[in-house]
Each structure stands twice: as structure tokens, then as C-alpha cells.
């Protein structure tokens, strides 16, 4: 039978996106369209097993939408993987007279919602929200766009310098399991490789392909390496084997890192979080649950939370081989 909702709660969870202040707001302000009190809770699920919960309405999130971070700050708790940790989260949203929960995280976070929802069957729907884009069950995570555009803007600039000084440049970007930003990014700053980790691309192959971009005329080259792909241990060491064996290259290394998760969020990002919160909210109050929401061929849809957890999010062949044709 379904159970009428009174109050929601949300929160964020597990690595920060730019774009959760937009979905937090969305999901407020939802709230409030539909006549539903809210509550933020800080820290994730940390902060609801320490019953750090506060009162929200749709005037608490003004003025967050193009703000980067969480103004709900995000946490990943070990805590909440144990049975007793779980039991005290759920103890403090009958505390709060709490009835269902919108969590806005990555596969991580909805893993514990998941496994939260069968021990204590309280309604739950995931937001997907981290810079990775490597959930099932949507085109794009919230967060994605924005770090894309900042890891172009930044190779950008790299180019100029590389230029200058003929120099070829390993440029590392965020995607410790998944090549999304490494693959999109390198292409839209022409990178003359890019390395993932869904393809192993092998040491020789590397060395092949730089000696004939620099027989070709190249007088620099960026080799856009995700952080999780398998060619070498990691990004300086591959730098160094590539100056080992083609000696002719000035070698350097940029490391972009956590300033792909900060910023103010794209237009693209703002939309696609409060799309995703006005239908979180309208799920739950149609009596849903143990959904994620995503977005396919910019309609909003939904995935079962085991599936987006198990399913993985395949890079494109066809941007795979774009990507080989435009390194010629
Ligand atoms: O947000 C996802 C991600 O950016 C991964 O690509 C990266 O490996 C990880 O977060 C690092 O997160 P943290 O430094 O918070 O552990």
C-alpha cells in the first residue's frame, strides 16, 4: 500500500561534484512545490548516524545553485557499512519523523542506500552526482560537464606552454575506474593520445604512435592519461619511459587533480541536477523507491539501485574511434 509522505529528507554523499548545491535546491524546492516539509542532512550518511539534521524550506537554498561543493558538506562513512551504524541512521530519521530520503552520491553511496532499504525498508531514491560519469543508467552524472570543461580549459593552457617550448606533455585527469573525462576532454583539447583504463593501450603502442606524431611534424604532443588507466603504474612513470626511449622528446608531467571536482557548475550541470530532483521528489511521493533517476536521450528515467550498482556505464566505440582518427 502506498505510504503518504510528509517530510523528506536529502543529502550528499561520497566524493563532492560541482552541481549538488543545484540538486539539493531542486529537491527542496520540490519539496515545497508539493506542499512537503524537508531537512538537509550534513555529512552523509555519517552525519545521519550522528543526527546532524537541520530544518530546510525552499528560502535555505537561495543563491546555491551556481555554487560549487556541498553546502551540505559529504562524507564517506565506515560506520554505515556496519549493521549497528545503519540501525542508529535509521533510529534518528524516526527521530526526525522522516519519511523517505533522496541521496544524491555515486554507486558507493547508493550501495548503502540499497543494502539500507532492505534491512529497514525506508524509502530511498539515489541522485546520481560525481565528476566520474561512470553510473549505468544515465548519458551524464551531475558534475561531469563542469569537470570536462575544466580539465579543457587547463590542457588549454598547458598546449600553450608545450607549444613553446616543443615539449610533449602527460597530462593526468581525474577517472580512477572509468576513462569518461580523460577520453572527452582529450579530444575536445586535441590531445594527440589519450590513455583510459577501460583500454589498455600497451608501452609500445605508446612509443609507436608518439614516434609518428613527431615524424609528422608535431613539435609538441599531449598524451591526456587518466588516473586509473593500466599502461604504466602511473602517469610519471610512463613519463619517464617514454623519455628513456625517445630521447628526442623534453618530457612533462601535469597532474590536474581535485581541482576538477571544484568550480561553479556549467549550465549543463544546473539543469541536469534540478531536472533530477523534481523527479527524485515526485517518485517518492508516487510511493517509489530504491531507484536511481538519470537522464537518456534527455528524457528522465529510472533504473532499478542494484542495476545502476552492477550495470556498467560503457565509454562510446564510436567516440573511441573519433578519437584515433583526429591523432592521425
Ligand atoms: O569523484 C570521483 C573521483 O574524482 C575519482 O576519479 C578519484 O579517484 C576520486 O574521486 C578521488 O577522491 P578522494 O580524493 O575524495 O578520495
Redesign the pocket.
Same mark, same amino acid.
Given at each position: 500500500m502506498k505510504k503518504y509522505i510528509k517530510k523528506i529528507a536529502v543529502m550528499t554523499s561520497g566524493?563532492d561534484?560541482p552541481g549538488m548545491n543545484a540538486a539539493i535546491r531542486s529537491v527542496i524546492r520540490s519539496a515545497s512545490y508539493y506542499k512537503l516539509e524537508s531537512v538537509g542532512i550534513y555529512r552523509g550518511y555519517q552525519g545521519l548516524i550522528e543526527g546532524d539534521i537541520v530544518k530546510m524550506d525552499a528560502r535555505s537554498v537561495h543563491h546555491i545553485i551556481q555554487k560549487g561543493g556541498t553546502i551540505l558538506k559529504t562524507a564517506r562513512s565506515d560506520e554505515f557499512r556496519t549493521i549497528e551504524g545503519r540501525k542508529k541512521a535509521y533510529d534518528n530519521l524516526v527521530k526526525h519523523e522522516i519519511d523517505a530520503m533522496v541521496i544524491i552520491g555515486?554507486d558507493g553511496s547508493f550501495t548503502g542506500g540499497m543494502i539500507f532499504n532492505q534491512e529497514h525498508g525506508f524509502p530511498l531514491i539515489g541522485i546520481p552526482g560525481?565528476?566520474?560519469n561512470d553510473i549505468y543508467g544515465t548519458d551524464f552524472t551531475i558534475g561531469y560537464d563542469t569537470a570536462l570543461n575544466t580539465a579543457v580549459e587547463v590542457i588549454d593552457k598547458i598546449r600553450d606552454t608545450a607549444s613553446s617550448h616543443n615539449r610533449l606533455f602527460f597530462v593526468e585527469v581525474? $577517472?580512477?575506474d572509468a576513462g569518461f573525462i580523460a577520453l572527452n576532454a582529450g579530444i575536445g583539447a586535441g590531445a594527440e593520445e589519450i590513455l583510459i583504463p577501460e583500454e589498455n593501450m600497451g608501452l609500445d603502442r605508446l612509443l609507436m604512435t608518439l614516434e609518428r606524431s613527431r615524424r609528422s611534424g608535431k613539435t609538441s604532443s599531449l598524451v591526456v592519461v587518466a588516473? $586509473?588507466d593500466k599502461t604504466g603504474a602511473n602517469v610519471f612513470e610512463l613519463a619517464s619511459y617514454v623519455e628513456e626511449n625517445l630521447p628526442e622528446y623534453s618530457v612533462r608531467v601535469s597532474v590536474l587533480g581535485?581541482m576538477?571536482?571544484g568550480g561553479a557548475p556549467s549550465c549543463f550541470d544546473r539543469v541536469l541536477a534540478s531536472r533530477m530532483g523534481v523527479k527524485a521528489v515526485e517518485l517518492l511521493i508516487d510511493g517509489k523507491t530504491n531507484l536511481m533517476v538519470g537522464q537518456l536521450n534527455n528524457v528522465m528515467v529510472t533504473t532499478e539501485l542494484e542495476k545502476a550498482i552492477k550495470e556498467h556505464h560503457s565509454i562510446s566505440k564510436e567516440i573511441l574511434r573519433v578519437s584515433d582518427i583526429m591523432s592521425v
Open positions: 566524493g561534484s555515486g560525481t565528476i566520474d581525474m $577517472g580512477r588516473e $586509473g581535485h576538477q571536482r
